[in-house]
């Protein structure tokens, strides 16, 4: 019996659809579990804290067994900070860091996207420059075009 995630992936594909973002909580449920199978790409948010970290760990673990590929995505980043650079290194160890660092708060805080809240801030930038990496790790397997 198909998941109704199955279900839905299948009927974007039958209507052209070539491309589908699928944004799960950070919790072990069959559900997550079944995006992560379903994805040619996974993408862990990560703030550079030690409960972040620690938090992250399950869903590495998991995306390791299923021979998934992901990247880490450090989020809410205070600018110069020793701590981030630390974060970084100790992430890159087990597996790639998508850059670049997209700093979301003041745009979260208003309800926005960050090219809503600021269409040419630094956040922004960061946000178009974070799909230029996602676009070209799919490239190949998918017609991917950043709008």
Known sequence: ????????????GEAGYDLAIVDTPGVDSPATVGAMRAAELCLV?????????RGCMPTVQTLIRLEKPFAFVLSQCPP??????????????LGLIAEPRA??????????????????GAAAAEIRRLWQWIAAKLEGKRH????
């Open 1 to 12: 019996m198909a998941t109704a995630l199955e279900t839905a992936l299948a009927t974007l």
């Open 80 to 93: 110069r900070s020793g701590r981030v650079e630390e974060t970084r290194a100790g992430l890159s160890a």
């Open 144 to 147: 991917v075009k950043a709008a």
């Open 103 to 120: 700093d979301h708060q003041d745009a979260m805080a208003a309800g926005l996207g960050v090219t809503e809240f600021n269409e040419t």
């Open 45 to 53: 948010p990560c703030r550079p804290t030690a409960t972040d970290l």
